[in-house]
T-cell receptor, first 112, second 112 residues
């Protein structure tokens, strides 16, 4: 059971470039989330999804887009990367209804 | 504005000491409070608390929630160097369990 898998683990982007962070879970979870964690800070919710075809903004959605075409996958797209998007990104999923939230191992992104 | 505040922000103790980490919150539509341990990578789940006054225990770790005073504590007894980590408190709110507001974390360093 792989759990929540994120790729890539590390990436350096130039300002203005675009990229997609991939997230997949094999637990048939309905709920999936993207968080970012800046140094010395807690995690902040970027976007979330309560099921295939449904996405919604979290606390810090600007500069990002998501899609949820399948239950398993929840990619996060960065358009026109900016230095402020340098962060560690965590994908998470849960079955919902009070069940444990599972996190991926994180994607370290640097924008220079 | 919803917020989760952890204290202290950092703590240095010696092996064998007992520590208490604090988390206070002001969150609308509270569902539950969660504690995570974060070492180098993704946060790992410790406890989820939904009811006041019921202590949850796992080995040397325990936690309790006070919904009247809006805080929780995480106790670690007989600390070990392997307990060194950032401990994150998060409050789940609203209709989806994964909508979490995180505190900034408490960085615990346990010296031999």
């Amino acid at each position: 059971n792989a759990g929540v898998t994120q790729t890539p683990k590390f990436r350096i982007l130039k300002i203005g470039q675009s990229m997609t962070l991939q997230c997949a879970q094999d637990m048939n979870h309905n709920y999936m989330y993207w968080y970012r964690q800046d140094p010395g800070m807690g995690l902040k919710l970027i976007y979330y999804s309560v099921g295939a075809g449904i996405t919604d903004k979290g606390e810090v959605p600007n500069g990002y887009n998501v899609s949820r075409s399948t239950t398993e996958d929840f990619p996060l797209r960065l358009e026109l990367a900016a230095p402020s998007q340098t962060s560690v990104y965590f994908c998470a999923s849960t079955l919902g209804g009070g069940n444990t939230i599972y996190f991926g191992e994180g994607s370290w992104l640097t924008v220079v | 504005e919803d917020k989760v505040v952890q204290s202290p922000l950092s703590l240095v103790v010696h092996e064998g000491d007992t520590v208490t980490l604090n988390c206070s919150y002001e969150v609308t539509n509270f569902r539950s409070l969660l504690w995570y341990k974060q070492e180098k990578k993704a946060p790992t789940f410790l406890f989820m608390l939904t009811s006041s006054g019921i202590e949850k225990k796992s080995g040397r770790l325990s936690s309790i929630l006070d919904k009247k005073e809006l805080f929780s504590i995480l106790n670690i007894t007989a600390t070990q160097t392997g307990d060194s980590a950032v401990y994150l408190c998060a409050v789940a709110y609203g209709g989806s369990q994964g909508n979490l507001i995180f505190g900034k974390g408490t960085k615990l360093s346990v010296k031999p």
